[in-house]
């Protein structure tokens, strides 16, 4: 269209984000909403208008066979109809069709995933995806490999496979709303492969959409045709950290050891239950901090959350996405080269001949939660043990602790501490240090 703005490219000024053909931003603000439930396209008939409504602008797909795969084997029917190997289903490359064609209407930009994990896995997992035994790749279904392991390598698979990316090209590369193609969900490809068909998408695709894959690991990360690294991050039933600092860190470390974007592709409070099963109270936190904490330590776009249709759609969560928007509009991202802050707390010193002196203390800069219940206040204005001032977050609202706060001094002395207010999730705190001669306070933005 004579309005569009282009496809997505990475920006030439700095090597952390994206842009469009005409020069504006891309800022990724959105979700995983990979498959359709048994009303199928209909699904994202709701969905798709919902996640826009407020301000979304990012979904990724999954092409596989319940959901818009291109082939598999005949003797199994999933959705759609297949007829094994390198004989593409009509079906379902309607349906593709008409999900990309909704998703152009409403602005919103698809990651394409190629293929999952399931695909060439044996062995039971949790979820029982595994389904080599299906796969039209396996000499037991008339395929060309004895075994998973063979597919990487074998030439007639290779073959088979880029006659697929060739038909993707074809049928779907002019949608200059196809942010990038992606090979694999959590596979360990490895980097020869990653780097062949990485060359055959160049070599074919006159749209040049952008390439990535997970699992990626270094030597699939500095593959120069590999436009930007992705991570997926949960926790478990055993483990429900707050989920901020890692993210926070992933995202640092991503982008400064590969110098790319980064995204993190996946994420939620546990891999074996939706975030509806964590989130008694509907607050969304583990949603709302790893949008921004993403987004602030210099992800190409916020972090997609997995939990799509029995979460964000249901209890309609959308509008965790409205505030990023309107944060992010304006920011000229293409053209930023941030660099993250490092900071020196200040240290007390106290006055000569003065026995006594205001104490003060200072946080840090960083994103998590408390990570104890004691902190020890020194004499020098450090706090050993006292998270960053940006810590309010946590999986779930009735995980926060209460804190505890020694103090290191010359004269006995108390120290007491309240909220006196709040500002949108967080709170407004006083501190009031009480000592026999002197009382101070001081108010913490929290």
Not at 103 to 125: N, P, T
Request: proline fraction near 5%; include cysteine.
């Amino acid at each position: 269209p004579a309005n569009s703005r282009g496809f997505v490219r990475r920006s030439p000024d700095t090597p952390f984000y994206l842009m469009f053909d005409n020069g504006e931003p891309y800022v990724a603000l959105g979700e995983n909403m990979c498959w359709g439930g048994d009303a199928q396209t209909y699904d994202y008939d709701k969905w798709l208008p919902a996640l826009s409504a407020a301000g979304g602008n990012y979904i990724r797909i999954w092409m596989v066979r319940w959901n818009m795969a291109l082939e598999w084997t005949s003797n199994k029917r999933e959705r759609g109809q297949y007829y094994g190997l390198g004989k593409y289903s009509p079906d379902n490359a309607w349906r593709l069709d008409y999900v990309l064609e909704q998703c152009r209407k409403h602005g919103i930009y698809v990651m394409l995933a190629l293929g999952y994990h399931g695909e060439l896995m044996e062995r039971e997992d949790y979820f029982r995806t595994q389904c080599w035994a299906e796969n039209p790749y396996n000499a037991a279904n008339g395929g060309p490999c004895r075994s998973p392991q063979e597919f990487w390598t074998n030439e007639q698979a290779r073959r088979k496979y880029q006659q697929r990316l060739r038909y993707l090209i074809a049928r779907y590369g002019a949608y200059a709303n196809i942010l990038s193609w992606e090979f694999w969900n959590e596979v360990r490809a490895p980097h020869q492969w990653v780097q062949e068909m990485a060359q055959y998408f160049r070599a074919h695709d006159p749209w040049r959409h952008l390439i990535t894959t997970t699992y990626g690991y270094d030597k699939v990360w500095e593959l120069p045709e590999i436009d930007y690294c992705q991570t997926h991050m949960y926790g478990s039933g055993t483990n429900l950290h707050d989920c901020t600092a890692i993210l926070s860190r992933h995202s640092r470390t991503h982008t400064t050891k590969f110098n790319k974007p980064f995204m993190v592709g996946e994420f939620g409070i546990d891999w074996q239950k939706s975030d509806l099963a964590h989130d008694e109270r509907q607050l969304a936190t583990n949603m709302h901090n790893g949008l921004w904490a993403t987004l602030m330590s210099r992800s190409f776009g916020a972090a997609a959350i997995w939990w799509w249709d029995n979460y964000v759609h249901e209890q309609n969560h959308y509008s965790e996405l409205t505030a990023l928007k309107r944060f992010t509009d304006g920011i000229p991202f293409q053209k930023l080269n941030f660099k993250f802050a490092r900071f020196t707390a200040p240290l007390d010193t106290q006055a000569e001949g003065k026995p006594w002196r205001d104490f003060r203390f200072h946080g840090g800069i960083g994103w998590g939660k408390s990570t104890g219940t004691d902190f020890t206040l020194t004499s020098d204005g450090r706090v050993e043990g006292l998270p960053p001032p940006l810590s309010v977050s946590a999986p779930r609202g009735d995980r926060q602790r209460q804190g505890s706060h020694p103090g290191e001094a010359g004269r006995p002395g108390a120290l007491a501490q309240r909220a006196v207010g709040r500002r949108g999730r967080g709170a407004v705190e006083e501190h009031e240090a009480v000592g026999r001669q002197r009382t101070v306070a001081e108010r913490v933005r929290c």
